[in-house]
């Protein structure tokens, strides 16, 4: 059995680089003296404005960049890990990437995840700007025993993702990370805590949603066990979640729901 103590910040990124990574310092040094060993921060932590535009890809830093270096040097001085949303360049001048990067308590870049399933929905249209990752992507990478997997918030509403991350076949995660902007509107809070407990449910498996705070997000970060049962929870407000995931409370669900093992169908890509 393994255990690992995850810290979610929510906040509200703002379209100042620098602000949002002072914000992102603050949150690991107070996970850090709270006992986490990784810390999560929500979609699109480097840069954000309600609306997705031309600031945006002018925002957008290469993975060597400042940003991203700043994350690192935070990694190194907080001795934990972390996993943030940042705006990647692209090669293509009209684009950025929606990107995850796991940095570990070392400073050193251990996973990158460019989200694959661009938010065209409720009026939104992520592909006029964003360029999407490719499918084939696993992100997927072990931390301190626990192996930990990415996606990103609209991914939660195509179940074949986590069922990737969680297969023992091909990514055996034992915890999903979903950092998202999960847009206010009606109906949004149920489906964000319905998908996000479907996932933990159907999976066996431990799941962390990370949210931005309002005013345009809905808040809502929890860590949910694999029977789907919230261990530790926000509302809407900025906070800072801490819990344990532990792989024997998995091992234990699993011997009484064994539905990934009794699965008749696989995830393929296309």
């Known amino acids: 059995m393994t255990t690992l103590t995850i810290a979610a910040a929510q ?29 999560v921060t929500p979609e699109y932590t480097s840069y954000f404005t309600a609306d997705i535009d031309d600031a945006f890809v002018a925002a ?37 990437r929606n990107t995850l990067v796991a940095v570990d308590a070392a400073g050193e870049l251990r996973c990158v995840y460019r989200k694959v399933h661009l938010y065209d929905a409720f009026g939104s249209r992520e592909s006029d700007r964003i360029e999407p990752g490719e499918a084939g992507q696993l992100p997927v990478f072990d931390l301190d025993g626990v192996r930990v997997g990415l996606e990103t918030c609209y991914d939660l509403r195509f179940p ?8 023992p076949e091909t990514g055996a995660a034992d915890i999903v990370l979903v950092p998202a902007e999960w847009v206010r509107g009606p109906g949004k809070e149920h489906h964000w805590h319905t998908l996000l407990t479907a996932r933990a449910i159907e999976n066996t498996i431990w799941v962390l949603g990370v949210g931005q705070a309002p005013p345009v997000g809905i808040g809502g970060s929890v860590l949910l066990d694999p029977s789907g049962v919230a261990t530790t929870a926000l509302g809407a407000a900025p906070g800072l979640l801490v819990g344990s995931v532990d792989t024997a409370v998995t091992d234990g669900v699993r011997r009484v729901n064994p539905s990934l093992s009794l699965r008749r169908y696989d995830v393929t890509t296309r």
């Open 11 to 39: 906040f509200a990124p703002v379209d100042d680089t620098e602000a949002n990574l002072a914000t992102v310092t603050t949150a690991a040094r107070e996970a850090a003296t709270r006992g986490a060993d990784l810390l």
């Open 160 to 167: 074949e993702v986590t069922r990737r991350l969680a297969a």
């Open 60 to 96: 957008a830093q290469p993975l060597d960049g400042p940003f991203v270096s700043g994350l690192r040097e935070v990694a190194r001085e907080t001795g934990i890990a972390l996993v943030v949303g940042v705006a990647e360049v692209s090669d293509r001048p009209d684009r950025f």
